[in-house]
C-alpha cells in the first residue's frame, strides 16, 4: 500500500476499531494567567467580535492577547485607585473615623476606575 502525503510527511496513524486516525497533538503552550479582565475581555471579543476571536483563538495568539490585556488592565486599575484615592483625600484616618463613609467612597473609587478600565482595555 503506498503511503499517505501525511505519512510521507512523518506522521502516524493508531488503529481504532476499523479506522485508521492520525496522531496529531497540538504544540506546548505555556500557561498563562488570565483575571477578571482577561476573561472579560474575551467575553467582549466572542460576544461582538467573533472573527477576530476564532482566528486569535487558531493561531494561538488569544491567551497572550488575554495574559497582556489583564496585566497593563491591572496596573491601570491600581494606579487609578491610587491616584483617585489621593485626589479624594480618603485615609485609613477616615476608615478609622467613619467605616460606613470610608465603603462608599471606596466602591466609588472603584466603581469609576472599573469603568475607565473598561473603555481604555476591555470594550475596544
Not at 482566528?55 to 488569544?62: E, I, S, V
Not at 488592565?73 to 477616615?94: C, K, R
Amino acid at each position: 500500500m503506498a503511503k499517505t502525503l501525511f505519512e510521507q510527511n512523518g506522521g502516524a496513524y493508531t488503529q481504532q476499531g476499523d479506522y485508521l486516525l492520525p496522531d496529531i497533538k497540538l504544540p506546548e503552550q505555556p500557561e498563562y494567567e488570565i483575571g477578571v479582565w482577561g476573561q472579560r475581555r474575551r467575553r467582549y471579543l466572542k460576544e461582538h467580535h467573533r472573527v477576530l476571536y476564532y482566528n486569535m483563538l487558531t493561531q494561538f495568539r488569544l491567551y497572550p492577547h488575554l495574559a497582556d490585556i489583564e496585566q497593563q488592565a491591572q496596573n491601570m486599575f491600581d494606579s487609578l485607585v491610587d491616584e483617585l484615592l489621593e485626589q479624594e483625600g480618603i485615609s485609613e484616618q477616615l476608615k478609622a473615623k467613619n467605616q460606613m463613609l470610608w465603603v462608599q467612597q471606596m466602591n466609588n473609587i472603584r466603581s469609576i476606575a472599573t469603568e475607565i478600565v473598561n473603555t481604555e482595555f476591555i470594550y475596544v
